[in-house]
């Protein structure tokens, strides 16, 4: 047990606007299981290169430990991956790999398999058995079970559990409080460590939340109180000095003297102490509301489909290559669905989506997709997006203001518009196809991993919408809090 020191860290990248950390001081322990959370672009991924000494900064960072960063980038993905083991862990003996693998229920034979012949899944274990291996490391894991299946995101939560020593970049409910014991956290204004797992950080959030806000709320009462009592003061004041006059013989108004002493004097005082009350409510004031984060309501409108049934399947299969990917699967899609399709990773959910899409798949079987519907689509990938958001804009033919007002809501700043979407991270690039979905009038929305690398703040907020509006709606996502929340229907394909 050691701790890891950050002290004054101030990071900015060239030619941006502002610094991304300023001034941060906190401290960690390397035995803790850290969580971090932030909205997106807030800088989680850079830290962790921070960590890494990837980048110059300012201030200092001070550990007895190694930092590991996941995902280990493999140099070549033709090897065996036992020979990939041996490049992140070197001394390590052929019986521990084999137990750690066995922990994260991984067969021991794709040791002997070239690493590019594993599956998403297998190659996301065999890297985190191996990194847990080497001595004297603290694991930075960004974001280690996006594009993970239900049952591989499963092994990994468990086996994660019975480790210390972490970061765990995820915004992933679930795992979170499955595997941490404590939450870092990039507010608005500074880094904060909390005990506990993600829902505990939750609850004492948003409680900090509800209480600056009353708090602000009694402020503002008492501000708008003390100014019109600084206001009647003056008018007091006024009246006060006005009755120090009295007259002369020739009628004039002549200075009361014996009077000026006990009443002026008493209303200046009186005066000051009112507006010293509102000065030290204005500062309190200050002091409240800066790591509130925005939740507005996202506004989304759907269009009614005439007829109840928009998509029906009977004994579908699809076949790669001569290669069976599912067979006769049968589901129908209703007006007022909302459709989860869940499956291992290669069951063929994405091909589903496609075929419904019109895409040119083989497949035997019937599929019918109503005519004249509307579909708003939103790809798994995000490589096509390129240039500046004006740019995006004109393409897809959106709407401009609707289109920046759900980006604003999600948390997007003005400096990012002017960005080009290249430079965007993950969860910003995926929230720019998921703000272009919404601002379609569509009858069907065919989604396809929306929430990668999204921000939990972000999918709570998209949940929130969905229930509340309600649109058809079918969509594959390994987040099983998001679905749980929002699924009215489940197609289970493979089973």
């Not at 109840?308 to 599912?326: P, T």
Request: charged share 30%; hydrophobic share 40%.
């Amino acid at each position: 047990m050691s701790m890891i020191s950050v002290q004054q860290l101030t990071f900015s990248y060239d030619g941006s606007f502002g610094n991304v950390f300023d001034q941060v001081t906190f401290q960690m322990d390397s035995d803790w299981k850290l969580g971090f959370v932030s909205r997106n672009g807030r800088g989680k991924t850079t830290f962790l290169h921070l960590l890494m000494g990837r980048y110059e900064y300012r201030g200092q960072i001070s550990a007895s430990v190694n930092f590991e960063y996941f995902p280990y980038e493999v140099r070549s993905k033709a090897e065996l991956s036992r020979t990939v083991v041996d490049e992140i862990c070197p001394e390590v003996m052929d019986w521990q790999i084999q137990k750690e693998l066995s922990l994260l229920d991984v067969d021991v034979e794709i040791l002997d398999r070239p690493y590019e012949t594993l599956s998403e899944g297998e190659q996301t274990k065999l890297l985190l058995a191996a990194m847990f291996l080497v001595d004297n490391a603290f694991l930075l894991l960004d974001e280690p079970t996006n594009h993970l299946d239900a049952t591989a995101r499963e092994s990994v939560k468990q086996y994660l559990r019975s480790k210390n020593g972490f970061i765990l970049v995820s915004h992933d409910r679930d795992l979170l409080d499955a595997c941490a014991d404590h939450i870092l956290s990039i507010n608005k204004t500074q880094i904060d460590i909390q005990k506990g797992n993600f829902s505990s950080w939750w609850v004492n959030k948003m409680a900090q939340d509800e209480f600056e806000m009353a708090e602000n709320k009694k402020l503002m009462r008492e501000i708008g109180r003390l100014t019109e009592s600084a206001k009647r003061g003056v008018r007091w004041a006024d009246k006060v000095e006005d009755s120090k006059l009295g007259k002369g013989k020739d009628g004039q108004k002549v200075l009361d003297k014996g009077y000026v002493g006990h009443k002026a004097a008493k209303a200046m005082k009186r005066a000051k102490n009112i507006e010293a009350k509102r000065e030290d409510a204005v500062r309190d004031k200050s002091m409240l509301l800066h790591n509130i984060e925005r939740s507005d309501d996202i506004k989304i409108s759907p269009i009614s489909f005439f007829r109840e049934r928009l998509v029906e399947a009977e004994h579908l299969s699809v076949f790669y290559d001569q290669k069976v990917v599912f067979k006769d699967l049968n589901f129908t899609i209703n007006r007022g669905d909302s459709v989860a399709l869940v499956g291992k990773n290669g069951a063929g959910k994405s091909s589903v989506l496609k075929l419904i899409l019109g895409k040119d798949i083989p497949y035997t079987g019937r599929i019918k997709t109503e005519s004249g519907l509307v579909i708003s689509y939103v790809p798994q990938s995000t490589d096509e997006l390129s240039g500046t958001i004006r740019d995006y804009e004109r393409s897809r033919q959106l709407d401009s203001a609707l289109f920046r007002a759900i980006l604003d809501k999600f948390d997007f700043s003005k400096d990012q518009f002017d960005k080009k979407i290249e430079d965007y991270s993950g969860g910003q690039k995926k929230k720019v196809l998921l703000a272009a979905s919404l601002c379609d009038r569509a009858h069907l929305y065919v989604w396809d991993e929306p929430l990668n690398f999204i921000d939990i703040f972000s999918r709570m907020q998209i949940e929130k919408m969905l229930i509340s509006y309600q649109p058809t709606l079918i969509f594959v996502e390994h987040d099983e809090a998001f679905t749980r929340a929002v699924a009215t229907k489940t197609i289970v394909i493979g089973e």
